[in-house]
């Protein structure tokens, strides 16, 4: 289950991925995802604060915020990584990565707001895009989607150029 290095074997996570996303499928008839999840998270805490405003979105007419499947998935996600992070021997409770000091400096809060931003900007591009890494990476690619290829050929290209930003001296 875990490589040498006493992490997770990528194969065996692979291939769970892929039998959880052929389950969601079969038992749901939806695909793997969280973005609407997360919509779906803020639609709630929308309906704590301002019920009124958070019903008249027409987003929240069409999808309305409640808890379901893709919520709980999102919300297990949580325990799920910390599970997998403790077992593999590679949790850190570091506010700022070894990797993130090296290139940007050990200021904690240039830390959050950039995760913060990266975050947003990220949930702005999942919605635009019609769904998630997962969505579209997993469920979209398992059935062949011409979109969810597109997206998926443009996570890798943003990801190789983050990691330039990153490594370069």
């Not at 969601?24 to 405003?53: D, E, I, M």
């Not at 990565?97 to 999942?126: H, S, T």
């Not at 290209?157 to 001296?169: D, E, S």
Request: proline share 4%; net charge positive; aromatic share 14%.
């Amino acid at each position: 289950m875990q490589t040498a290095s006493g992490a997770w074997s990528p194969y065996l996570v692979g291939a769970l991925i892929g039998l959880l996303s052929m389950a969601t499928f079969y038992l749901s008839n939806k695909p793997l995802g969280v973005s609407t999840a997360y919509a779906r998270l803020a639609g709630l805490v929308g309906f704590l604060f301002a019920r009124g405003h958070t019903r008249s979105l027409t987003f929240f007419q069409e999808t309305p915020p409640k808890v379901e499947w893709g919520v709980m998935l999102l919300i297990g996600m949580l325990p799920g990584a910390f599970i997998a992070a403790v077992t593999a021997g590679e949790f850190s409770a570091a506010w700022v990565p070894d990797l993130w000091e090296q290139r940007f400096g050990p200021d904690v809060v240039f830390r959050l707001g950039a995760a913060f931003a990266g975050g947003a900007v990220m949930a702005y591009g999942a919605r635009l895009a019609g769904g998630c890494t997962s969505g579209h990476g997993i469920s979209g690619a398992l059935q062949l989607s011409v979109s969810s290829w597109i997206a998926l050929v443009s996570f890798f290209l943003a990801a190789v150029a983050t990691a330039h930003l990153l490594y370069r001296a």
